[in-house]
Structure formats: C-alpha cells, structure tokens
C-alpha cells in the first residue's frame, strides 16, 4: 500500500474516510474548497494542497468523494484539476455518485496519460464512513481494483468489483432506488405510529425484527424519533443521485414511478427549506401533506 495519497473532498463523509485512512498509516495530500474542513487533518500531519492538480503531483493513488456530477468534471478535467498531472502508474478513484457516462468518459482521457480510473460510489452515510463499515460498489480494471483494495478495506466492509467503470455507479443507482422506497415505508411507518399514539421506539425494535427489518430503521429512525434531522446524507444530494437514475433509466426505456414519487416527496422537502438535512427529513414532507405536525 502506497504511503503517499490523496484525498480530495472533505465533507460529511469524507472527513471521516480520510481520517481512517490517515490513523492507518497513509501520508496524506488533501484538498477541498473549503479549507478549514482540512484544519483538523492538517493539524494531525496531512499535508495541504491548494489544487487538485497539486494533490495529483503528490500522490500516486488519489480519491476523491465530492458533491455534484459538475464538481466531480471540474476536479478532474478543469483548471488545474486531477488531469493536469496524471500520467503512468497512477490511480484515480472517485467516490462520489454521479452519472455513470461522466465516469466512463473521465477514464477514457486519463488512460490516454496512462492513468487509470475508478469509480466507487459508496453506502453507509456517516455512521459507516466514522465506523469503517461502508460499503463499495467499484468499477475498475482487475488490477486497479486489486491495488485499490486494501484502501477500501480500511474505510469499508463490504467490497464488491461489479466491473468495469462505471459498473460501480450503475449498482448506486440500484441502491440508491432501494433506499428511496425504503425511506418512504419508514417514514410511513413512523408518522402512522406516532398518530395511532403508538410508542415509538417501542414500534420500531418490534418490526426491526421482523420482515420489516433493515438499515433505514435501526440508523434512521431512531434519529427521527429523537427530532435529529442532522444529515447522515444530505438531501440536497439524495435529490441529485434519484435525477441521476431516472435519467438513465429513461436512456434505458424503463419506467420507475416509485422512485419517480420519492423524488417528488423529497423536492417538498427541500421547499420547505431543508435541502440540507438528512433523508429523515422525509416525515416533515408527510406531515405537511397532514396539515399539521405529528411527530
């Protein structure tokens, strides 16, 4: 495992990754716009980059996990981005979850520098990025996988190569449609409680227990039922990884009318001013179509 790496985005979940990456012995070159997220890392020994370009210079493995499809071409393809300083033997991971064909068409300019790309949109939200528990759907080559594993094993559990890029983007989308259904059973769950007067931590480790078992309950509602609208991931984001897969489902002529209304629900959400609370927020969306507070 190189020593020499690089991490760029250092937001809810990439401090956290990029902390356990640092506790485990990789000398790391970090960049992110704002930088005093950096402050803490930096204090421990990381070492600032004021570029991507930069980190790039410094590093031959470099991740990256940032906001938005826009974000992500800008670090790699933009001025003084990730490209400017690619070349042999290097490689490129991005966590974030973006659109599939950005990803494909990134690897196809890097490996013109010899440079090869990753993509490995992850699932956990913060619990798992602090705990190390993730889990990543990678797209890569046999052998950058194999050289990127033993990173993704000190941030992540479950590690999958789905194959080749843009595999790993292609499998968030089917989690992400997962956990958009998902999200609107919970929250269903929890505003139909809390009106038949139900207690509801009481509910929820019953029918954790049961069929209805799942992650969303035992991460999330407890958080809702706390009032804690904190984000775990935000929903500004959710927003943009839902736009993302009924895109492609729409290239591949396929109709998801449940995503399609977990979207709506969750763009109430975020008119109502809470674009940048977690997905729990969800119950406030289904409270207003109540007319009334609930929970």
């Known amino acids: 495992m190189a020593k020499k790496t690089g991490f760029i985005g250092l937001g809810v979940m990439g ?3 990029a902390s356990r990456l640092m ?6 070159y970090l960049y992110n716009r704002t930088r005093s997220k ?24 470099v991740f990256t996990i940032v906001g938005y499809p826009k974000d992500v071409e800008s670090v790699y393809l933009g001025e003084n981005g990730l490209i400017e300083a690619a070349g042999e033997g290097k490689i490129f991971c991005d966590m974030t979850t973006t659109r599939p064909s950005l990803e494909v068409m990134i690897a196809g300019k890097l490996g013109e520098k010899g440079t090869e790309m990753a993509d490995a949109p992850v699932s956990g939200g913060d619990v798992g990025a602090k705990n190390g528990t993730l889990s990543f759907m990678v797209g890569a080559s046999e052998k950058a996988f194999s050289e ?6 000190i941030m992540g559990k479950n590690i999958s190569h789905m194959g080749p890029v843009g595999s790993g983007q292609h499998t968030k989308m089917a989690n992400q449609t997962v956990i ?7 929250s269903e769950a929890l505003v139909y409680g809390a009106k038949a007067g139900l ?3 009481k509910m929820v480790s019953t029918i954790s227990k049961g069929a209805a078992g ?6 999330l509602a407890p958080r809702v039922i706390k009032g804690d609208y904190e984000p775990g991931f935000m929903v500004d984001h959710f927003i943009k990884d839902m736009g993302i897969a009924l895109e492609e489902a729409e290239a591949m002529e396929l109709a998801l009318p449940s995503l399609a209304l977990a979207k709506q629900l969750y763009t109430a959400v975020k008119s109502q001013g809470m674009g940048r609370k977690g997905t729990q927020a969800l119950v406030k969306a289904l409270e207003s179509l109540a007319g009334k507070e609930i929970l």
């Open 199 to 201: 207690d509801l931590e």
């Open 23 to 28: 506790d485990a012995g990789c000398d790391l």
């Open 214 to 219: 799942c992650w969303t309950l035992d991460n």
């Open 38 to 61: 950096g402050d803490e890392l930096v204090g421990r020994g990381a070492h600032w980059c004021d570029t991507p370009r930069a980190v790039a210079e410094n590093a031959d493995i």
């Open 15 to 17: 401090a956290a990754m």
């Open 180 to 186: 958009a259904g998902t999200m609107c059973g919970v």
């Open 148 to 153: 990127l594993l033993p990173y993704f094993s």
